[in-house]
């Protein structure tokens, strides 16, 4: 089976702008989790869809949004763009119902914001 | 408020010898533990994980140990390769398509 795919693997925005970020999940899983990484505070959750559904949430604003589509692909969209978000952004998939919910994560994207 | 913490941010082991690797938690209500493998700039890859009802599980030269009353629990690498060199993360997860993920150690297998 094919992994995890994000594109793009890299992007160079400026602040003030909008980009969104895309999650095709390995084929048969229906659950995508998105997390970002950074130096300071490690890799933390933003949030997690199942069947189209926005199913958990992280702690993060309310620029930081997601969303499903019907074959279980993601897309991550953040707007307003602050220097603080520049990050490497995975998304994990994952088949909810198995004894244990492991999550397999894409290859990331490298998000620079100027 | 941490609840899954890797108190070493690093550590050195030499070629053949035993990585151990330890993650400590606070929250008993978390159902599974994973652990995960990063190199630089690439996401994570699963190693191996364990249910709360266990209390150890082997894949090949990985093991995971459970310590449910301490909240804890450690992957042993053994024999430890030059391979192996990367951030290990421990990760929590109550199965809601959350993981909530330690800081990381970096290990550093020695030939």
């Known amino acids: 089976k094919a992994g995890v795919t994000q594109t793009p693997r890299y992007l160079i925005k400026t602040r003030g702008q909008q980009v969104t970020l895309s999650c095709s999940p390995i084929?048969?899983?229906?659950?995508v989790s998105w997390y970002q990484q950074t130096p300071g505070q490690g890799l933390q959750f933003l949030f997690e869809?199942?069947?189209?559904?926005?199913?958990n949430k992280g702690n993060f604003p309310g620029r930081f949004s997601g969303r499903q589509f019907s074959n279980s692909r993601s897309e991550m969209n953040v707007s307003t763009l602050e220097l603080g978000d520049s990050a490497l952004y995975l998304c994990?998939?994952?088949?909810?119902?198995?004894?244990?919910?492991?999550?397999?994560f894409g290859p990331g994207t490298r998000l620079t914001v100027l | 408020d941490q609840q899954v913490k890797q108190n070493s941010p690093s550590l050195s082991v030499q070629e053949g010898r035993i990585s151990i690797l330890n993650c400590d938690y606070t929250?008993?209500?978390?159902?599974?533990f994973l652990w995960y493998k990063k190199y630089p700039a690439e996401g994570p890859t699963f190693l191996i994980s364990?249910?709360?009802?266990?209390d150890k599980n082997e894949d090949g030269r990985f093991t995971v140990f459970l310590n449910k009353s301490a909240k804890h629990l450690s992957l042993h690498i053994v024999p430890s390769q030059p391979g192996d060199s990367a951030v290990y993360f421990c990760?929590?997860?109550?199965?809601?398509?959350?993981?909530?993920f330690g800081q990381g150690t970096t290990l550093q297998v020695k030939p």
């Open positions: 929250n008993s209500m978390f159902d599974y």
């Open positions: 990760a929590a997860s109550q199965n809601t398509g959350k993981l909530i």
């Open positions: 869809y199942f069947s189209e559904t926005q199913r």
């Open positions: 994990a998939s994952s088949s909810p119902g198995l004894a244990i919910d492991t999550q397999y």
């Open positions: 364990i249910s709360s009802i266990k």
């Open positions: 084929s048969g899983h229906r659950s």
